[in-house]
């Protein structure tokens, strides 16, 4: 059982910056891809970023268009916490931002290929 616990969220204005800290409890993080997520009220939960290592490469980062440039992945197994700088914030990254881990294969831009939750941190971006 993995548990996942996200801090740092928070209200602040549009063009900020805010960094996201997710802590897994667990022996084995570093074999686990990591994903950022968010859901706004009234929308479906959706990806954000994923870390996750490469077939031999180092930890590769990939994110969704609409954070692509603005938000930064990150991930320190050493103390089992990964990160997400979100810079250049706009009104509509508002929502609940959850950490999510998968232990098994995919491309992990799915919700449904994530088996650990986190219970999710509130950012909200004033315009």
């Known amino acids: 059982q993995v548990q996942l616990v996200e801090s740092g969220g928070g209200l602040v204005q549009a063009g900020g910056s805010l960094r996201l800290s997710c802590i897994a409890s667990?022996?084995?993080?570093?074999?686990?891809?990591m994903g950022w997520f968010r859901q706004a009220p009234g929308r479906e939960r959706e990806f954000g970023a994923t870390?996750?290592?490469?077939?031999?490469?180092?930890?590769?980062?990939d994110y969704a268009d609409s954070v692509k440039g603005r938000f930064s992945i990150s991930r320190d197994n050493a103390k089992n916490t990964v990160y997400l700088q979100m810079n250049r914030l706009k009104a509509e990254d508002t929502a609940v931002y959850y950490c999510?881990?998968?232990?098994?294969?995919?491309?992990?831009?799915?919700?449904?290929?994530?088996?650990?939750w986190g219970q999710g941190t509130q950012v909200t971006v004033s315009s």
């Open positions: 870390t996750r290592w490469g077939g031999g490469r180092p930890y590769y980062a």
């Open positions: 667990g022996r084995t993080f570093s074999s686990y891809a």
């Open positions: 999510a881990a998968a232990t098994g294969s995919g491309n992990y831009y799915s919700p449904h290929e994530y088996d650990y």
